[in-house]
């Protein structure tokens, strides 16, 4: 049972512009989400995470936004930019299960020129 | 200061033999986790590790998997008689604290032929 989703298994966009990365998830006990980069051949790269108490986070050109009736949050990125290029993990912790994180299937993003 | 390391950084065994993967966390670090990430998969958690505590083994697959943590510190992941489903890239990660925010290391890529 796959508790942490991420439907879009890629994204495209162009220079400039935003992106926008989608992730749910069913587990309602989950009250900690992060979200993790992935180069080609490195392990993954913490980004940027949210608490359930809160609806968003900003970092920079990174802002995470949680809905938690949903069950979903997003990744935005603005302006985008070709090094953002990566594959993108969701993860969620919590539950009495915060020794571990639970990741989503990641999402590929491209930034085009 | 120096990340997360592992060895070997890639791996090829043949069906049937034991293999042993080691990873070095950053130093002061409390919590380490290993996962690991099947082809076209998202991040699979195996065992957590928290100072002198039991160790959190719900993640292993099979009791042919099995993971030390030795002073606190270095660990190893031992995989007895690997099977062809065993090749994957195998992930550890360290934290200050239990939870949250993971730093990865770069990973072992383990083929089993």
């Known amino acids: 049972d796959q508790q942490v989703k991420q439907n879009s298994p890629s994204l495209s966009v162009q220079e400039g512009r935003i992106s926008i990365l989608n992730c749910d998830y069913t587990n309602s006990m989950f009250d900690y989400f992060l979200w993790y980069k992935k180069y080609p051949a490195e392990g993954p790269t913490f980004l940027i995470s949210i608490s359930s108490i809160k609806d968003k986070n900003e970092d920079g050109r990174f802002t995470v936004f949680l809905n938690k009736s949903a069950k979903h949050l997003s990744l935005h990125i603005v302006p985008s930019q070709p090094g953002d290029s990566a594959v993108y993990f969701c993860a969620a912790s919590g539950g009495g299960t915060a020794s571990k994180l639970t990741f989503g299937t990641g999402t590929r993003l491209q930034v085009t020129l | 200061g120096a990340g997360v390391s592992q060895s070997p950084s890639n791996k090829v065994t043949e069906k049937g033999k034991d293999v042993e993967l080691r990873c070095d966390p950053i130093?002061?670090?409390?919590?380490l986790y290993w996962y690991r990430q099947s082809l076209g998969q998202g991040l699979e958690f195996l065992i957590y590790?928290?100072?002198?505590?039991?160790?959190?083994k719900s993640g292993l697959p099979s009791d042919r998997f099995s993971a030390e943590r030795t002073g606190g510190s270095v660990s190893t992941l031992t995989i007895q008689r690997t099977q062809q489903e065993d090749s994957a890239v195998y992930l550890c990660a360290s934290s200050l604290v239990r939870g949250y925010e993971q730093y990865f290391g770069p990973g072992t890529r383990l083929t089993v032929t």
């Open positions: 130093s002061g670090h409390t919590a």
């Open positions: 590790f928290q100072g002198n505590s039991a160790p959190d």
